[in-house]
């Protein structure tokens, strides 16, 4: 209505047994935000994928009511009806912060052998960056979930640490009991926009 360009949106997605899908959403950006978020992200591939914005300026004036209303995940009842997603479970992830987060990092201690010098440090094993991150993979991704009514959007490293524990304690947790709880708490917000 108010910016040119598809209705609906896809973006590869990764899920269950890391199976890639397309995941639609109602397009909430101008287009061609997904190019310009590309360009940021080759300009800084050091530091690995960009992290949703908050008050993105490139989200259209529908795009932000369909977004905090989340009608913008409607489109998902199509993911849902071909068996890639359910109705409640871990956001499905795009493939680079999976690899981001999953990268195997060095875990360091203290040298023990008698040729070891005095204060070095040798490597042990190795963890992932975020650990326990794969975990998520080990369940069909949701349109809504724990993390969700629990947690607002992730734009740090550290957020996405914090919103990985309601998604653990789901997956530990999983019951019908816990989906009517998200049920419910996914329809206050939606319709009132608030309950997080």
């Known amino acids: 209505m108010d910016s040119p360009g598809p209705v609906l949106y896809k973006q590869v997605r990764v899920a269950h047994n890391r199976r890639k899908f397309f995941c639609y959403k109602f397009r909430t950006m101008i287009a061609g935000a997904e190019?310009?978020?590309?360009?940021?992200?080759?300009?800084?591939?050091?530091?690995?994928?960009?992290?949703?914005?908050?008050?993105?300026?490139?989200?259209?004036?529908?795009?932000?009511?369909?977004?905090?209303?989340?009608?913008?995940?409607?489109?998902?009842?199509?993911?849902?009806?071909?068996?890639?997603?359910?109705f409640i479970g871990p956001r499905p992830e795009r493939e680079a912060f999976i690899r981001e987060f999953q990268q195997l990092i060095p875990l360091f201690r203290e040298g023990r052998r008698a040729n070891d010098p005095s204060g070095s440090q040798v490597i042990y094993g190795y963890r992932?960056?975020?650990?326990?991150?794969?975990?998520?993979?080990?369940?069909?991704?949701?349109?809504?979930?724990?993390?969700?009514?629990?947690?607002?959007?992730?734009?740090?490293?550290?957020?996405?640490?914090?919103?990985?524990?309601?998604?653990?304690?789901?997956?530990?947790?999983?019951?019908?009991?816990?989906?009517?709880?998200i049920l419910l708490k996914t329809i206050r917000i939606v319709l009132f926009g608030w309950g997080r």
């Open 35 to 86: 190019i310009l978020k590309q360009q940021l992200e080759a300009e800084n591939e050091a530091d690995g994928p960009v992290f949703k914005i908050k008050d993105d300026p490139r989200v259209t004036a529908v795009g932000r009511y369909l977004r905090k209303s989340g009608l913008d995940e409607l489109p998902q009842l199509y993911n849902i009806m071909r068996g890639e997603m359910s």
């Open 128 to 181: 992932e960056r975020i650990p326990y991150y794969s975990y998520r993979l080990m369940v069909k991704p949701g349109i809504t979930g724990w993390a969700q009514v629990m947690h607002s959007y992730s734009a740090t490293l550290e957020e996405t640490k914090e919103k990985l524990e309601f998604d653990l304690y789901y997956i530990k947790n999983m019951s019908w009991v816990l989906d009517l709880a």
